[in-house]
Every structure is written in C-alpha cells, then in structure tokens.
C-alpha cells in the first residue's frame, strides 16, 4: 500500500471545515477528562492494561498518520472510538455486526471492519480513514473523484466504506473485470442500489492508481 | 456487551501462560481474541461472556503467522489470514480446493481479518444459538432444549444432528481441511500435539456444548496437508442463497485422481452446509474408488453420502441439493484441464 496516497486530516492546515473543527476540539478535551478518572495504581505496570474492567484502558491510535492518546472501556470498538471520541464521523455504524461494511477502514493498508475490531486490537498499527484520503491541498484521491464523476452514490451512507473498500479492491489487484469487481465488493451492502455506478467507478480509477 | 479486562501477547508460549493465569472460573470465561470476527459480534449479542480476552493478533508476526510451501506438502500458520491463503500464488495453483474454500467465503474485509485457525473455530449460525432472548439452546444453555428441531430449521444440518442439536457446521475451509486428511498442530499447558482435522470437531450428540477436542487454554498453532496426487484436481463448490457473501446451503469439496477412462484412482470427498461438523463422505469415496467417474456413478455416491440423513421440517430440500451438489462437483472436477 503506497502510504503517500494517505495524509493526515490533522497536518492540513488549509482547508480546515467545521467539521474539521469540532473533531480537533473534542480529541484534545477528552484526554484530560478520563485521564483524571482513571485509577493508575489498578493498572498493570508492564502493559498498562486494566485488571478491573471497570478502570480505562490507556491507549494510542494512530490514525491518518496523527497519534491520539486515549483512556477506553476495552469493550470500545475501534469505530466507536473513531466516531465518538476522535470525531471521525466518516466511517458509519450501519448493522454492527460485520455485515454491511459501512464501517470499513484500512489498518495496515487492509480494509477491515471497525465494528468487529476492538480499538485496543488497532493499537500499534496505522488506521486509514476516508478523512486521511485526500491529499492536504484537498486534492480529492482518484477513487473519491471516481465515485463524483460516476454518480456512485446516493444517500451517501455507505460510501466512506464502498471507497475505502474500493481503494483495496484495486491495491489487492482484484479489479480485473465487472464480475470480480463485484465479487470483491459483496462486503459492501448500498440499499440505494447503487452497484453498477460503483463498479463503473472502479473501472475508471483502477488505471490512474495503477500509474499513479 | 459485557465487561472483560483485555490482555495482550507476544508469544503462544505468552497466550497459554496468560490463559491459564486468568481469573478464576470456567475455560469458557477465557478467550483468545484474533480476528475477531466471530467472538466480538457474540460478544455484542451476549452469547459468548468472556470475562477475560486474551489478543494473540501479534502472534502472526511469528512462524504461527506463516505459509509454507514445498514438495512435502503445506504448512499454514494458525494466525495466517484467510486472504493471504486464498491469494497465495502456489496454492491457487497446487491446492485449488483449499483457495477456493477460503475465497468463496465471507467477505474482503472478514478475510483480511479472520485467521485460519479463528476461521474452522467459528461458532454456528443457527438463529436460536445467536439470539439469547430463547431460552432452549443446549449449546449455550446444556439441558435447555433445542428450539431449532420444531423451529424455523432450514439452514440447519441434516447430516451428523442429534436430538439435542441440529445446528451446521458454518465454515467452509474446514471441509477443503477434512477432505484432505490436514492434521491440525495444537499448543497447550502439557506441551505441542497434533490431531487429525477430522478429529478436532466434535458432532453434536448429548453434549452440543462441546464442540472440540481442545483442552483449555489449547491453542491452534497451525495446519499441515501432504502433498499428494490428487491436489492439483481439485476444488470446492458452494451453493447458497447469494451468489456471495452468504454462509452455504451446500457445499462440496472434491480432489480427484484419475485415471485412463475416467477411473478413479482416489477421491476425497467433504460436505459443507449440510451437516454439524466438517463432514467427510467416505461411503460415497469407497462408490467411487476404481469406477469410471461419469454421472451415474456420482448420482450413486451421492446418495450414499446422504443415505443416513436426518432431515426436519424445513430442510429437506438440503438431501437433494446436497446430492445434486455433490454430483456437480465431482463432474467438475473430473473435467478440470490440469
């Protein structure tokens, strides 16, 4: 995976939205605030980790190139950590479950579910949202520029996941032709139906991410 | 879901250590974590309760981790994922069956997350085993009943059920393991051993709560399959509802030495979907050892294969679908250009 595709949301000065806004401002008060509530002398010197469920977890995440420190309830996903304490509202809850691929990241460069993955399972590797696909200018990736040109979407739900997904279908060389683009995207559910609009923007990005 | 305190490790000989030092209480309030993809979404429904989760992901940066390949046969690390299996170049090649069985399942994103040895542990899909709000289910309640016998029972098995438990076998990969006679390599408090596949899964009978050989705190190092002629002619067939993304209602695993005339020379032959276990059809191998392979003979191994089902109200149609899959492969493999 040619990691200079991705850049961090965080290092983009130029550009900034509110949304942008709202997530730096909700990261940088919720250390603080756990950190206060946590008991350390209950954690395990070694790995930091918890004995009682009951007290955090102390974590770092590195996302979109940016490290976050973090105290968690080890039952926290990795979705629910981006969405609700990193304020990265890309990646979406659809079932929870592992079935609708609404939440789909890349960690290590592989697209996986966020809903099935523990944030204390991410730790120690890079997570890729659709918010650290663009580049710092705010040069839209191929794949997103793709799903514009090509009418992907409509309610727009699902597409963080279908372009994260779509990314890897290229990087992973299963791209070939509409029936293994479609095969390697089955882990992608749009109730909008708009399959064959993504599979077309597949086939236009697949050359440009080749060469690029 | 419920609260649990989460450890990680470096080491199988770390994971064993780490299981057996945890809180006090059943093997079951224990669980090693990997993928995920099975014990997390359990969790979330309240079926599986661990109170301690022990993460070994780290341990597929070990030989757990790896593949390998040579004139002997394959070795595949328990921590392996089922993508990097499915798209190794020498076993799309060598061992057709087993990249199939890993391909045809899931998804993208579950194969880059679900591990070998997670994958053939994976727990049934039976709507009453995966839904807490019933009360009857031996195998997460022993002695409460099974609400699927006089339930809504047409994915379940037909073949190897019990009174107690009529819940399939899931996976997919199992059945390529099982057909191909893999011994399944396990580590544990006492030392290393190893295990026949078909010897690792447990049919349900009185006691469907006990679904494997694994002592506790036991973990899956890995799985060994020999070399052999019958490799190459081979694969796996999946029949379901979707044509991806959805568990089997039938599914065959083939590999075939043929002879001149179309003689069979040897078959392995496994059932997916259909049964409580990964299911070998050795009747419907021994039909076939040394005929001429076309499709009356599979018409005739095939039922044999099913010759003891044990089918319920909705799933009867799986005898059939079973058969006709099972014929199918086997006319496929048969025709396979090596």
């Avoid at chain 1, 990241?105 to 918010?131: H, K, N, P, Q």
């Avoid at chain 2, 899931?170 to 393991?177: E, K, S, T």
Wanted: aromatic share 6%; hydrophobic share 40%; charged share 20%.
């Amino acid at each position: 995976m040619p990691n200079a595709t991705f850049h961090s949301v965080a290092t983009s000065v130029a550009g900034w939205s509110r949304r942008m806004f709202l997530t730096a401002s909700a990261t940088s008060l919720a250390v603080p605030l756990f950190a206060r509530t946590s008991r350390a002398e209950a954690m395990d010197p070694q790995t930091a980790r918890a004995k009682d469920p009951r007290d955090p977890a102390n974590l770092a995440l590195t996302v979109n190139g940016r490290k976050h420190q973090l105290a968690l309830d080890a039952r926290t996903t990795l979705l629910d950590a981006l969405r609700e304490r990193l304020g990265l509202t890309g990646a979406k809850k659809g079932c929870d479950h592992g079935q609708c691929g609404a939440c789909t990241v890349l960690i290590d460069g592989r697209r996986v579910l966020s809903c099935l993955t523990l944030a204390l399972v991410a730790e120690g590797r890079a997570v890729t949202t659709i918010e650290g696909l663009a580049k710092p200018d705010g040069t839209l990736h191929p794949m997103q520029q793709a799903f514009i040109d090509q009418d992907a979407f409509q309610c727009g739900y699902c597409t963080p996941g279908q372009i994260l997904s779509a990314v890897s279908c290229v990087e992973e060389g299963h791209a070939a032709n509409d029936a293994e683009i479609r095969e390697y995207m089955s882990g992608n559910l749009c109730r909008c139906a708009a399959y064959p609009n993504i599979v077309a923007a597949i086939k236009q990005t697949k050359h440009s991410m080749r060469e690029g | 879901m419920r609260p649990f305190t989460y450890e990680r490790v470096d080491s199988a000989t770390a994971a064993i250590a780490a299981f057996g030092a945890g809180a006090v209480g059943a093997a079951s309030e224990r669980q090693y974590l990997a993928g995920g993809t099975t014990l997390i979404d359990l969790m979330k429904l309240d079926v599986m309760r661990p109170q301690t989760v022990i993460d070994i992901n780290a341990l597929d940066r070990t030989a757990l981790g790896r593949v390998e390949t040579n004139d002997q046969g394959l070795r595949l690390g328990a921590l392996a994922h089922m993508s990097e299996v499915a798209d190794h170049p020498v076993i799309k090649r060598d061992y057709p069956m087993i990249a199939q069985s890993l391909e045809l399942a899931a998804s993208p994103q579950i194969r880059n997350m679900a591990t070998l040895g997670g994958n053939v542990l994976q727990r049934t899909r039976c709507p009453y085993f995966r839904d807490v709000s019933y009360a009857e289910c031996n195998k997460r309640i022993p002695g409460s009943g099974c609400a699927a016998l006089d339930g809504f029972n047409r994915s379940h098995a037909v073949l190897g059920v019990s009174d107690a438990c009529i819940a399939t076998y899931p996976g997919d990969f199992g059945q390529a393991l099982i057909a191909l006679d893999a011994m399944v390599e396990l580590r544990g408090r006492n030392g290393d051993r190893k295990l026949p596949f078909g010897a690792l899964h447990r049919p349900p009978g009185g006691n469907p709560e006990i679904e494997t050989a694994l002592l506790p705190g036991e973990i899956i190092t890995g799985f060994a399959i020999a070399a052999a002629p019958w490799l190459r002619r081979s694969l796996y067939l999946k029949i379901r509802d979707r044509q991806s993304y959805e568990f089997a209602l039938a599914s065959a695993a083939i590999a075939l030495d043929m002879g001149k005339n179309q003689i069979v020379q040897e078959v392995r032959i496994a059932l997916g979907g259909v049964a409580s276990v990964p299911w070998r059809a050795r009747s419907a191998e021994r039909a076939l050892q040394g005929r001429r392979l076309n499709e009356q003979t599979a018409r005739a191994a095939a039922d044999t294969a099913f010759a003891d089902a044990n089918p319920h109200e909705h799933n009867l149609f799986k005898v059939g679908l079973g058969k006709r899959t099972l014929v199918r492969a086997l006319l496929q493999a048969a025709t396979m250009e090596l």
